[in-house]
Nanobody, 120 residues
Framework: QVHLVESGGGLVQPGGSLRLSCAASGSIASINAMVWYRQAPGKQREFVARIVNGDYTTYADSVKGRFTISRDNAKNTVYLQMNSLKPEDTAVYYC??????????????WGQGTQVTVSS
């Protein structure tokens, strides 16, 4: 089994910064992709950022230039540095990890979500 634990959310003023973390644990042989999504109440879930093997990154246009995704392979942890936050960034942020277990089984696991609120 693979388990994800998210942390780092909170309440910040517009223009502020937060750093989200998502740590994966369990019987992991390899991780192919680590992805951040977000969902506001009554809204569709949307893609935010992704990092894959080789540290190739992809960002949604709405966050490009403000957010940075990174990973610590030794810790099986993905981060999302969020700068210049805007009220429209308010949402529950979820991480998603895809990889292979030590038993050679594909896995796809979601974190529990962490609330980010940007407000004056």
């Amino acid at each position: 089994q693979v388990h994800l634990v998210e942390s780092g959310g909170g309440l910040v003023q517009p223009g502020g910064s937060l750093r989200l973390s998502c740590a994966a644990s369990g019987s992991i042989a390899s991780i192919n992709a680590m992805v951040w999504y977000r969902q506001a109440p009554g809204k569709q879930r949307e893609f935010v950022a992704r990092i894959v093997n080789g540290d190739y990154t992809t960002y949604a246009d709405s966050v490009k230039g403000r957010f940075t995704i990174s990973r610590d392979n030794a810790k099986n942890t993905v981060y999302l540095q969020m700068n210049s936050l805007k009220p429209e960034d308010t949402a529950v942020y979820y991480c998603n990890v895809v990889g292979v277990t030590s038993g050679r089984q594909r896995f796809e696991t979601w974190g529990q979500g962490t609330q980010v609120t940007v407000s004056s």
